[in-house]
């Protein structure tokens, strides 16, 4: 890179677009309009949901920013004009209207440097081209399994883009520990007309189940576990339903449990399910893309009891660690278990024989070639604040969901779903004297209603046969008065539509 004076190149005189779009010095004025333009929108903290535009109306706001000088430059007007659109038009997950998404906002540290490294790219998958970010893999690694009470080496962790990604890898090499031709000769190596499947709770995320149909499994071999009261895998039941697919032709290989579930933050009995998991041979997967998270904290990780002894884990770290998207950790108990997913040669990306640089890459251990070092920006998280700023938000977010479920259970006109079990919290708008709207049809219009008044975003989840309001708790800044003053917005949606 260059100042934008330094216009002569190989072949002569550059392009003068060249050597302003690619410069030093346009750097240093784009960053600096984007620090005031973030700087301000971070800085109002009213209490905001979100604008939601007509899609024709955005495409035309967006398109009347289209340069239409095909030789255009770094216009500062424009670019400024462009951050406000994305920043206006987003979910605004630092203000205290926010309650409704897994997306957290992020620690400016973390989010800063995810900056430095989409400028100075080294994608993470090699040795050679992303150092840093393969310590870090080794170091979070390490971390983490001080707190699984793993023996160092034992194990292994791959860093992936997203918890879709964790959780197919994961399930990529359970099955391929299961049928071990299946790599080479696919699934039809199997004659002996029986099928595979995994055993889900019924509230598990849609990934695992569209993993299920890119393995190769097929979505009715994908046996659906009962659930308790609180939607947590009733395990007693997991076992008849389990042995009942075999009696059906059907070899479960993998049992997959949630830490905690998407809709309800539900965190399954883990300990019962290893035990069921080593009893019959089965591989235990926990997906924790949201809660696994809660091994960082003393006081929480209680909750995770058991998920230690699974065979493979994911934790989203850009869900509950406050870092960019997407920066997932899959975990295997069992170091060789890596390397069951994938099996590649290619030598113009993987060394022969291995040398210890080369040995703790993940490029074999993963889907992507090209990977964003997202891993690094929570080695830095760590490494600055260590984990109790983690933990205490967590706690903090914890504590304010239970908060809002003693809150909401004391309305009249409100009912709770369950107990929250994370920072997650399910419950419906239930007016005493009944209203001509049908139970669930009501909660979906009120949550579209309060979403166009724009002041908070709330979800909307079905927990079993019934549609309810979920809140999620991801700001720490939030009170009680802000919940407070979310039930009087549901109360005055409700009039709206129509409810007495
Ligand atoms: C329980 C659970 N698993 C997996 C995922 C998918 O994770 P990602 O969005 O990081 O791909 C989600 C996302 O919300 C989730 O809640």
Not at 192 to 218: E, T, W
Request: glycine content about 8%; charged content about 20%.
């Amino acid at each position: 890179m260059t100042s934008v004076d330094s216009r002569v190149g190989a072949f002569g005189e550059l392009p003068h677009v060249f050597s302003e779009a690619f410069s030093v010095l346009t750097f240093e004025r784009a960053a600096a309009l984007a620090v005031q333009c973030l700087t301000r929108h971070l800085d109002s903290n009213d209490r905001r949901g979100v604008t939601l535009q007509e899609p024709a109306d955005l495409i035309a706001q967006a398109r009347a920013l289209m340069s239409s000088d095909p030789h255009g430059d770094f216009d500062e007007q424009r670019f400024t004009h462009i951050i406000d659109l994305y920043l206006r038009t987003g979910i605004q997950v630092h203000t205290t209207g926010y309650m409704g998404r897994q997306f957290s906002s992020v620690a400016p540290a973390a989010g800063v440097f995810d900056m430095v490294s989409a400028m100075a790219p080294q994608p993470a998958s090699f040795y050679e081209a992303g150092q840093l970010a393969n310590v870090a893999d080794s170091i979070m690694a390490q971390e983490f399994a001080a707190l699984l009470g793993w023996a160092p080496n034992q194990f292994d962790m791959v860093a992936t883009s997203g918890g879709a990604l964790g959780n197919l890898t994961a399930l990529l090499a359970a099955r391929n520990r299961f049928v071990p031709q299946a790599w080479t000769e696919g699934l039809q190596s199997r004659s002996d007309g029986r099928r595979l499947g995994i055993a889900v709770g019924a509230d598990s995320h849609y990934s695992v189940s569209r993993a299920a149909g890119v393995l190769g499994i097929g979505e009715n071999c994908v046996v659906r576990l009962p659930l308790d009261d609180q939607r947590r895998i009733r395990v007693h039941d997991a076992v008849t339903v389990i042995d009942q697919a075999a009696r059906d032709g059907i070899d479960i290989f993998c049992l997959v449990a949630s830490a905690g579930t998407t809709a309800t933050g539900s965190i399954d009995p883990l300990d019962e399910l290893a035990d069921l998991a080593s009893e019959r041979g089965l591989w235990l997967h926990v997906d924790g893309a949201h809660s696994a998270s809660f091994l960082v904290s003393e006081r929480l990780r209680p909750r995770l009891r058991g998920i230690e002894r699974a065979d493979s884990f994911i934790l989203d770290a850009h869900k509950t660690l406050f870092v960019p998207a997407a920066c997932t950790l899959l975990f295997y108990r069992e170091a060789l278990s890596s390397q069951l997913a994938f099996e590649q040669v290619a030598s113009y990306v993987f060394d022969e024989p291995y040398s210890e640089a080369s040995r703790m890459e993940s490029g074999g251990k993963n889907l992507e070639c090209t990977k964003r070092p997202s891993i690094v920006n929570l080695w830095l998280l760590w490494s600055m604040y260590g984990r109790q700023l983690l933990a205490s938000k967590l706690e903090t977010l914890v504590d304010l969901t239970d908060m809002a479920h003693g809150l909401i259970s004391a309305q009249a006109d409100f009912r709770v779903l369950h107990t929250p079990q994370s920072n997650i919290l399910c419950f419906q708008y239930a007016p005493a004297g009944g209203t001509v709207w049908d139970r669930d049809s009501l909660q979906s219009a009120l949550r579209d209603k309060v979403r166009s008044r724009g002041n908070f975003l709330i979800s909307k989840a079905d927990v079993g046969d019934e549609r309810a309001l979920r809140l999620v708790m991801m700001n720490h800044e939030i009170t009680e008065p802000d919940v407070r003053a979310l039930l009087d917005e549901i109360r005055e949606a409700a009039r709206e539509i129509g409810v007495e």
